[in-house]
C-alpha cells in the first residue's frame, strides 16, 4: 500500500518545532527541573537560564533592555495584556484605534472594551488589505489611548507600516500608546524596537508561529509604557506577570529566535519559491484572485481565491493527495460565514468563499512548491466540474450568472 507523502504548506497556522529548539528545551524535563524562584544553588542556574533567555530574545527584537521582555503563554495572552492592561493603568482615556482585518485576539478584547463603555475605530482596508494613512491620522483623538494595530497579517501575509504610524500617534499626542501584533512577521521580517521602531510600545509574539513549542508567547513592554499586570499572583516577571516560568518552553523560544537570524537568508529563498508559484497559478488557473498582490507581503505567505468553488472542497481534496494547507473563509470550522478579513478586502463574493492559505517556511523546499503547483490547479478543475456555475466548453462562468 502506497503512502502519500506529507507536504506542510499551513506554517502561518504553527510550525514543527525545531530539533535544535527541542534540544535545547530537554535538560529542563529532566535534571534542571527546579522552580526558578526557589534560593537553593540547583534552582539558580534554573533562573538564570531564564535571564540569559530574555537577553537573547531582546537582541532579536531590538530592545534596549532585557527587563522589556515579559515571558507570557502566547500571542493571545499578549494582547490581551496589552490592550487591558494599558485601558487599566489610563482610566481617563476612552478611545481606541484598531482594523478590521485584526486578528481575533484583537478584534474580540476590542469589542469587549467597546461593552465597558469604550469608543473604538476599526479602521477599514481598501482591496489590497493597506489602511489609508489619511483615514489613519484622522482616526487619532486627543481621548486616544491606544492604537493596535498588526504589522503582518495571517491572512494575507499583507505587511504594515507600524513605524510609521506608531511615529504619527507619538507627533500627535506623545500619551497614546502604540501596540503591534507582530506574531505572523517575528523571525520572516527583521524587527528593531531601538532603530526602525523607536516609537512601538508593546509588541506581541508567539512561539509556535517560529518552531518553538505551543505554550509560549512574548509581551514586548517599552521602559515607562503605563501598563498594569492582569494576572496578578507571584513575584514573576518583575511582578508584571503572576505564575511559575515555564522555563522549559521560554529557554526554547530563545533557541527559535536565535534560529530564526541564521535562517534570515532563507526567506528571499521562500519568496522567490512563493512568487513563483503565485505566478504560475495565476497562469492556467482562470478566474482567480490573489490577496495582496501588489503590496508588500511575509515572504512566506500566499493567499488565493478561486471563483465558483468552495474553500473547505479544495481543502479536502488538498488533504487527499497530502498538501496540509488552510482556507481563508470559516466553512472549515463549521460556519457559512467567509473570513473577516476578505469581506473587509471587498473580494468579490464569488471568490470570497474560495480561498486557500499557503503559507511555507524556511524547511519549505523547492520539490514541495513544484508539487502544489502540480496538484492545485487539478484540484480546482476537478471543484470545478461538478460546480453549477462553471462552464466546461468555455472554461469560465456560466453566462447566465
Same mark, same amino acid.
Request: glycine share 8%; aromatic share 6%.
Given at each position: 500500500?502506497?503512502?502519500?507523502?506529507?507536504?506542510?504548506?499551513?506554517?502561518?497556522?504553527?510550525?514543527?518545532?525545531?530539533?535544535?529548539?527541542?534540544?535545547?528545551?530537554?535538560?529542563?524535563?529532566?535534571?534542571?527541573?527546579?522552580?526558578?524562584?526557589?534560593?537553593?544553588?540547583?534552582?539558580?542556574?534554573?533562573?538564570?537560564?531564564?535571564?540569559?533567555?530574555?537577553?537573547?530574545?531582546?537582541?532579536?527584537?531590538?530592545?534596549?533592555?532585557?527587563?522589556?521582555?515579559?515571558?507570557?503563554?502566547?500571542?493571545?495572552?499578549?494582547?490581551?495584556?496589552?490592550?487591558?492592561?494599558?485601558?487599566?493603568?489610563?482610566?481617563?482615556?476612552?478611545?481606541?484605534?484598531?482594523?478590521?482585518?485584526?486578528?481575533?485576539?484583537?478584534?474580540?478584547?476590542?469589542?469587549?472594551?467597546?461593552?465597558?463603555?469604550?469608543?473604538?475605530?476599526?479602521?477599514?482596508?481598501?482591496?489590497?488589505?493597506?489602511?489609508?494613512?489619511?483615514?489613519?491620522?484622522?482616526?487619532?483623538?486627543?481621548?486616544?489611548?491606544?492604537?493596535?494595530?498588526?504589522?503582518?497579517?495571517?491572512?494575507?501575509?499583507?505587511?504594515?507600516?507600524?513605524?510609521?504610524?506608531?511615529?504619527?500617534?507619538?507627533?500627535?499626542?506623545?500619551?497614546?500608546?502604540?501596540?503591534?501584533?507582530?506574531?505572523?512577521?517575528?523571525?520572516?521580517?527583521?524587527?528593531?524596537?531601538?532603530?526602525?521602531?523607536?516609537?512601538?510600545?508593546?509588541?506581541?509574539?508567539?512561539?509556535?508561529?517560529?518552531?518553538?513549542?505551543?505554550?509560549?508567547?512574548?509581551?514586548?513592554?517599552?521602559?515607562?509604557?503605563?501598563?498594569?499586570?492582569?494576572?496578578?499572583?507571584?513575584?514573576?516577571?518583575?511582578?508584571?506577570?503572576?505564575?511559575?516560568?515555564?522555563?522549559?518552553?521560554?529557554?526554547? !523560544?530563545?533557541?527559535?529566535?536565535? /534560529?530564526?537570524?541564521?535562517? *534570515? =537568508?532563507?526567506? $528571499?529563498?521562500?519568496?522567490?519559491? @512563493?512568487?513563483?508559484?503565485?505566478?504560475?497559478?495565476?497562469?492556467?488557473?482562470?478566474?482567480?484572485?490573489?490577496?495582496?498582490?501588489?503590496?508588500?507581503?511575509?515572504?512566506?505567505?500566499?493567499?488565493?481565491?478561486?471563483?465558483?468553488?468552495?474553500?473547505?472542497?479544495?481543502?479536502?481534496?488538498?488533504?487527499?493527495?497530502?498538501?496540509?494547507?488552510?482556507?481563508?473563509?470559516?466553512?472549515?470550522?463549521?460556519? !457559512?460565514?467567509?473570513?473577516?478579513? /476578505?469581506?473587509?478586502?471587498? *473580494? =468579490?463574493?464569488? $471568490?470570497?468563499?474560495?480561498?486557500? @492559505?499557503?503559507?511555507?517556511?524556511?524547511?519549505?523546499?523547492?520539490?514541495?512548491?513544484?508539487?502544489?503547483?502540480?496538484?492545485?490547479?487539478?484540484?480546482?478543475?476537478?471543484?470545478?466540474?461538478?460546480?453549477?456555475?462553471?462552464?466546461?466548453?468555455?472554461?469560465?462562468?456560466?453566462?447566465?450568472?
Amino acid at each position: 500500500m502506497s503512502t502519500v507523502q506529507l507536504i506542510y504548506a499551513d506554517n502561518n497556522a504553527t510550525t514543527a518545532v525545531a530539533p535544535e529548539v527541542a534540544a535545547a528545551m530537554q535538560p529542563f524535563f529532566g535534571p534542571a527541573f527546579y522552580n526558578p524562584s526557589s534560593m537553593y544553588e540547583p534552582a539558580l542556574s534554573v533562573a538564570e537560564a531564564i535571564t540569559t533567555a530574555r537577553q537573547t530574545v531582546a537582541a532579536f527584537l531590538g530592545a534596549a533592555e532585557p527587563t522589556e521582555v515579559l515571558f507570557t503563554s502566547c500571542a493571545t495572552e499578549s494582547n490581551n495584556a496589552a490592550i487591558f492592561g494599558v485601558a487599566s493603568a489610563t482610566p481617563s482615556r476612552k478611545h481606541i484605534v484598531t482594523s478590521a482585518v485584526e486578528h481575533p485576539s484583537v478584534l474580540e478584547v476590542c469589542k469587549e472594551m467597546q461593552r465597558r463603555g469604550y469608543e473604538v475605530t476599526f479602521l477599514p482596508v481598501d482591496r489590497q488589505g493597506q489602511i489609508a494613512t489619511a483615514d489613519y491620522v484622522r482616526a487619532l483623538r486627543p481621548d486616544t489611548l491606544l492604537v493596535t494595530l498588526m504589522h503582518a497579517n495571517n491572512e494575507t501575509g499583507v505587511v504594515w507600516p507600524v513605524g510609521d504610524w506608531a511615529r504619527i500617534a507619538k507627533e500627535t499626542d506623545p500619551g497614546i500608546v502604540f501596540h503591534t501584533d507582530a506574531t505572523q512577521s517575528a523571525g520572516k521580517l527583521p524587527l528593531d524596537l531601538t532603530g526602525a521602531w523607536p516609537h512601538v510600545d508593546l509588541l506581541s509574539l508567539s512561539g509556535h508561529k517560529m518552531h518553538a513549542p505551543k505554550g509560549v508567547g512574548v509581551l514586548y513592554v517599552r521602559r515607562g509604557t503605563p501598563l498594569r499586570p492582569t494576572l496578578l499572583g507571584g513575584h514573576q516577571e518583575g511582578g508584571r506577570r503572576g505564575g511559575t516560568e515555564n522555563v522549559a518552553y521560554i529557554v526554547g !523560544l530563545a533557541r527559535a529566535c536565535d /534560529l530564526a537570524v541564521e535562517h *534570515v =537568508p532563507d526567506m $528571499a529563498r521562500i519568496a522567490a519559491l @512563493r512568487d513563483g508559484l503565485q505566478d504560475e497559478l495565476r497562469q492556467v488557473i482562470p478566474h482567480v484572485e490573489i490577496n495582496g498582490d501588489g503590496v508588500e507581503r511575509t515572504p512566506n505567505t500566499l493567499n488565493i481565491s478561486c471563483h465558483y468553488i468552495e474553500g473547505e472542497a479544495m481543502l479536502y481534496e488538498l488533504n487527499g493527495r497530502g498538501i496540509c494547507a488552510s482556507t481563508g473563509s470559516a466553512c472549515s470550522s463549521g460556519s !457559512l460565514e467567509p473570513s473577516h478579513v /476578505l469581506k473587509a478586502l471587498s *473580494v =468579490p463574493f464569488t $471568490a470570497m468563499h474560495g480561498s486557500i @492559505r499557503l503559507s511555507f517556511s524556511a524547511y519549505t523546499t523547492a520539490a514541495e512548491v513544484r508539487r502544489i503547483a502540480e496538484v492545485f490547479p487539478r484540484v480546482v478543475a476537478n471543484l470545478r466540474r461538478m460546480s453549477p456555475y462553471w462552464d466546461q466548453k468555455t472554461n469560465g462562468p456560466r453566462a447566465t450568472l
